[in-house]
């Protein structure tokens, strides 16, 4: 069986409350990593209070999300492929993925954090 990538995607600015009807679904090869970058199995999704805001084109303190794309969010996960030396598979990462299975990112841009340390799906709360 073929992994995939799913995502979900913003299909439109909500009025008034955030429904179903708001995202779509999508199914997408699983993306290569690039030198310089991990490919991350996604565990773990923040859903903050923020995001209502993100999902607005209302002028912010932040770019709205754009339509038709992965829904912004920060993730906590394991890289499963890496093409950068300072970044292994396996490894624990918080990363800024969004609303999906897998996602590239820059090395760079990850924060590894320790499985050992308590729960770490609270890695995005407890981040230094």
């Avoid at 995502?7 to 439109?12: C, D, G």
């Avoid at 699983?30 to 199995?41: M, Q, R, S, W």
């Avoid at 996602?103 to 890695?123: E, H, L, N, Q």
Wanted: overall charge neutral; hydrophobic content about 40%; charged content about 25%.
């Amino acid at each position: 069986m073929t992994v995939r990538n799913r995502r979900v995607l913003l299909a439109s600015r909500p009025q008034g409350a955030v429904t179903e009807q708001n995202f779509r679904i999508v199914d997408a090869s699983l993306p290569e990593p690039a030198d310089g970058e991990v490919l991350v199995k996604n565990e773990w999704l923040s859903l903050d209070p923020y995001m209502r805001g993100r999902m607005s084109d209302a002028k912010s303190y932040v770019p709205p999300a754009p339509l038709d794309e992965v829904m912004v969010g920060q993730t906590v996960g394991e890289v499963i492929g890496s093409r950068d030396a300072t970044i292994n598979a396996g490894d624990k990462v918080l990363t800024q993925l969004g609303w999906q299975s897998h996602g590239i990112a820059k090395a760079a841009d990850v924060t590894r954090v320790d499985a050992r340390r308590p729960a770490i799906s609270a890695s995005s709360e407890c981040r230094a």
